[in-house]
């Protein structure tokens, strides 16, 4: 515990120093979602229809871009070497570095949601659900990609490589996401998906954050 | 009790390529074991795989008749390993950085108080003390050397693998961190450590690496 903590608080004071990657994720996805209505014209009804999937689309491919810096950095200083032959478990400092990531990456996307849900004329009632799906969807967005960002921490430009390794993975999450704000605006119950969403999240927790550690391991062989 | 580090018949392959085959050493307490060769003879991996990084392709690495590969958590704990970079964080200072290697080897036992006289300790054996709210980005690259190497004492281990440890140091330095090795030998710690150009260390064991064109 004191070393998920110690791990944690370092990548967040690295994060808040150098304030790169969050600050990044958030202005892609404000820019993307502003740049939706110019495309689409100013149609309020046709913005509040599309308004789910844009928003679940653009966080996502918002999370994408930060998953490279991840692990390279701990890889190429060798802070990662280090960790795996601490006497801690490396799968513990693995899960302080996906909580890390999320905090900085996943918890503003959910923060600006609401306001750019306003932006796109996203019906009221839908946004309490939107920010659940929101809550549930990022969490497991950084766990899975820190599976493909563990894959190609070896790999040169591995930017493109972990889009395409990661993002057919986003697919359930952003079905479920989609398809609970949907369920609100067309009245019907989003508990189903959200369950899902929360399924798929608990799930990913263990089994990403394993596959992880163990891919991190042999890319340090 | 005299604790025994021995290599049996090791073997190295990276990539497809033999790097070194056959190799065996033995050393116990105090001792301190030299791996000297050209460059690409080995001796980083060996290191890392002393480690545990790696797992040697033929023969085993060996802590008191018990293969490291299956005690793997005790063997953690019982190593320091420095590789070739620094593990420096630019955006921490020196003093963060020193404190998370700590707490990355601490076993949840140590009391607060002892970690912090560890830590100062550290920080003055390697003189960077005057240095310790400096952020790491400001760090000379023998002084982010220095601050790596501090992370030797603030932790107890009792084997260390040092990969060329005084690349970039300076000559004071470099007194400095013989001195701490010698140190740590005198209080029945090993020290497996590879070295171009010429030691003051006693006790020590060299283990020549050859290139391995002649390996097949």
Known sequence: MK????????????????????????SFYIIAIVLFPLGLGPNPQTLASLAPGLLCVAALLAAILSLEGLFRSDFEDGSLELMAVSPNDLAIQVFAKITAHWITTGLPLILVTPFLAFLLNL?????????LAMA???PSLSLIGAVGASLTVGARRSSVLISVLVLPLYIP????AVSAIDAVLLTYSPKPHLMLLGAIFAAAMPLCTITTTVALRQALE | MTDYFQARNVSCNRGGRCIFKGLSFSIQNGDALILRGPNGSGKSSLLRMMAGLTTPVAGELVWNKKSIAQETFFHRNRIHYLGHFNAVKPALTVGENLAIWQKLRSNGLSVRQEEKKALERALIAFDILHLADLPARLLSSGESRRLALARL???DALL???????NGLDDSSRCALEEIVSQHQMAGGMVVISLHGPTKLKNTHTLNLTSNANLK
């Open chain 2, 153 to 155: 004492l603030v932790n």
């Open chain 1, 3 to 26: 070393v998920f903590l110690a791990l944690l608080v370092r990548d967040l004071r690295v994060a808040v120093r150098q304030s790169s990657d969050g600050v990044m994720v958030l």
């Open chain 2, 160 to 166: 260390w693998l040092l990969d060329e440890p005084a």
């Open chain 1, 136 to 138: 549930l969807a990022t």
């Open chain 1, 123 to 131: 019906p009221i009632q839908a946004l309490l659900t939107l920010m």
């Open chain 1, 173 to 176: 999450v952003l079905i479920f």
